[in-house]
């Protein structure tokens, strides 16, 4: 079993820039990928960047790509995502998941999930 917390969500103002952290326990995370998912009101929940713990290899969503950057440490069992740039179109509440194996941007591929924390960029 894995528990993941997320932590960093806040009110930033647009092209500001949040750091958002994962902590997981339970686990070693080096057999796992990451994925950070975001639900805004009244949309769907959607990809945003996932990053497969042992190789470091990552992916994004298009709408975040060279904004985002998703990020690992290992020490800390944490894994990070880097928004800089941020858009009205943003805010969401930005959960973190986990699954043992290759990177998925399918979140009903990902058992473990966090309570989520939120972003509000304001335009």
């Known amino acids: 079993q894995v528990q993941l917390v997320e932590s960093g969500g806040g009110l930033v103002q647009t092209g500001g820039s949040l750091r958002l952290a994962c902590a997981g326990s339970?686990?070693?995370?080096?057999?796992?990928?990451m994925g950070w998912f975001r639900q805004a009101p009244g949309k769907e929940r959607e990809f945003v960047a996932a990053?497969?713990?042992?190789?470091?290899?990552?992916d994004y969503a298009n709408s975040v790509k060279g904004r985002f950057t998703i990020s690992r440490d290992n020490a800390e069992n944490t894994v990070y995502l880097q928004m800089k740039s941020l858009k009205f179109e943003d805010t969401a509440v930005y959960y973190c998941?986990?699954?043992?194996?290759?990177?998925?941007?399918?979140?009903?591929?990902?058992?473990?999930w966090g309570q989520g924390t939120q972003v509000t960029v304001s335009s």
């Open positions: 998941a986990a699954r043992v194996g290759s990177l998925t941007y399918s979140d009903y591929e990902y058992p473990y």
């Open positions: 339970g686990r070693t995370l080096s057999d796992y990928a």
């Open positions: 990053i497969r713990w042992g190789s470091g290899i990552t």
